[in-house]
């Protein structure tokens, strides 16, 4: 009996430390082993394939267009078509130049903020659509709209358009959304005539430059209104001065510009 227990012993002690009794408790941590080799990791990069994917969601580039049409749509009231600015106010403002253009808005702009700027009116583009819309008329209300306006900057410079003694004279420029230098049609000097001119020539006590400068409007009105080439007026000029043997236009007198124009 005692030697029958002796081997059972031998026998147990052997089979603990066996290889085989090792590789059949291995298991579990082979079995660990084979988990973290085989398990996938893709879900580390689908933040990486979101992110791009976020942000294309967040490009928003029709809000951009918004801006430039709501203004826009809001200031073009029905049957208005004069925009004054000046003394500290302006019916305009710096986001309206698809409506006043450029140098309208800035004007306008500048005068909200208190700037020093002469007073004026702006005609917008809207009149000019209608223009083109209607067998090229114009509104019927432009002409009434601008007399009130010209009422109104004639009050802020202590001025009278057409008045025979105190005339307020005008600058008449055109103008686009963008600058457009030396691309655009001017008429300076609107309000002279025959008798104004000699308002001028007395409030400046120089009627040489009274007459140069009707005799400029003269010429602008006719090149850009009725569409008289330019050249016809030189000719004139530079006939009259080749009769008097002038060789450049400060040798004309104030009654040599009379004459002229």
């Not at 026998?11 to 085989?38: E, G």
């Not at 600058?171 to 030396?182: K, N």
């Not at 308002?199 to 569409?227: H, K, N, P």
Request: charged letters at 25%; aromatic letters at 6%.
């Amino acid at each position: 009996m005692a030697k029958a227990a002796s081997r059972l012993k031998k026998t147990a002690m052997k089979s603990k430390s066996s290889p085989q009794a090792r590789a059949k408790a291995a298991p579990p941590a082979s079995a660990r082993q084979a988990v973290k080799k085989s398990a996938p990791k893709p879900a580390a990069k689908a933040p990486a394939v979101k992110a791009p994917a976020a942000k294309a969601v967040a490009a928003k580039p029709a809000k951009k267009a918004a801006p430039s049409k709501a203004p826009v749509a809001e200031a073009v009231k029905p049957n208005k078509w004069v925009y004054t600015f000046g003394d500290g106010k302006a019916e305009g403002k710096a986001g309206l130049k698809d409506l006043l253009g450029g140098k309208g808005a800035n004007l306008a702009e500048m005068a909200n903020l208190g700037l020093p700027v002469p007073p004026g009116f702006t005609i917008p583009t809207s009149v000019c659509t209608y223009f083109y819309e209607h067998d090229k008329t114009y509104p019927k209300e432009l002409k009434a709209q601008v007399e009130k306006a010209l009422d109104h900057v004639g009050k802020l410079t202590g001025k009278a358009f057409g008045d025979a003694e105190n005339p307020l004279l005008v600058s008449v420029r055109s103008g686009a959304r963008a600058s457009m230098p030396g691309m655009m049609d001017t008429v300076l000097n609107l309000g002279l005539n025959d008798k104004t001119v000699e308002a001028l020539a007395e409030m400046s006590g120089d009627r040489r430059f009274a007459y140069d400068s009707y005799r400029r409007f003269i010429t602008m009105y006719s090149d850009v209104v009725l569409g008289l080439e330019h050249h016809h007026f030189e000719d004139i000029r530079d006939t009259f001065k080749d009769s008097q043997g002038y060789q450049l236009d400060t040798d004309l007198s104030a009654e040599d510009w009379v004459e002229l124009v």
